[in-house]
């Protein structure tokens, strides 16, 4: 997919969906920056990707901070060089919480992580890879970005903000060389579900499954390669089929 020496920035790649794409990245030859606000899980997921001969660097990086996402473009400048590729994966869940239920703070906590960053961090990259020709910015959103019932209502109003957010960045950089696309994850099996997972159904996917980590990765990697190069500004749901009913 001629992803080899590409530099790779990956947010919450510590753990789950992010962990995977790192992996898978830097299989494929890429230059990968985990930036993680968990520093010991970050540096698990480089010393696993060293084994294995590949590339990885790991910053602890507060994706809330202004400040420190600036010092994460300072390492990355420093270590690598300019980014190819920016995946915009970290984000919390808000456990279903109604919006009569959610006071402001929390509103707002939510929004910073799931929607701001995504904002802040595109931000700060978006001009290094104009200014080089191109480059491809990929969003980690959600079916909860498409369809309600899917997540709480900040975590739904945030992720529908960074679908928002997706088809404006396309539509306003692409003839500067940018793609910018999202993809929408239905229910995933990773570790933040292994405690509840025989408790989440899953006859209301047509898959009657859950999805893999490694075919989110997958994903990822298709959008961040040239045989993607005409997606633009789109979303990608992968769902098992959840959004077609």
Known sequence: MALKNKVVLISGAASGM?????LAFAEAGAKVVIADLDKEKADQVVAEIQENKGTALAVETDITSTEAIAKLYQQVKESFGTVDVLVNNAGVFDQYQPLLDMD???WNFYLQINLT???EMTRTFLPDMIEKGGGKV???ASIA????GKGGAAYTAAKHGVIGL??????????KGIQCNAIAPGTIETPLIAEVKDQIPTDNIPADRFGQVEEVANLVLFLASDK???INGVTLPIDGGYTIQ
């Not at 992010?18 to 790192?22: D, L, R, T, V």
């Open 166 to 175: 997706t088809k404006h960045t396309a539509s306003e950089y692409a003839a």
């Open 138 to 140: 990929i969003n980690v």
């Open 104 to 106: 402001k703070d929390n």
């Open 145 to 148: 970005g498409l369809v309600a």
């Open 18 to 22: 992010g962990k995977g794409e790192a």
């Open 228 to 230: 993607s190069n005409f």
């Open 117 to 119: 960053s995504v904002y």
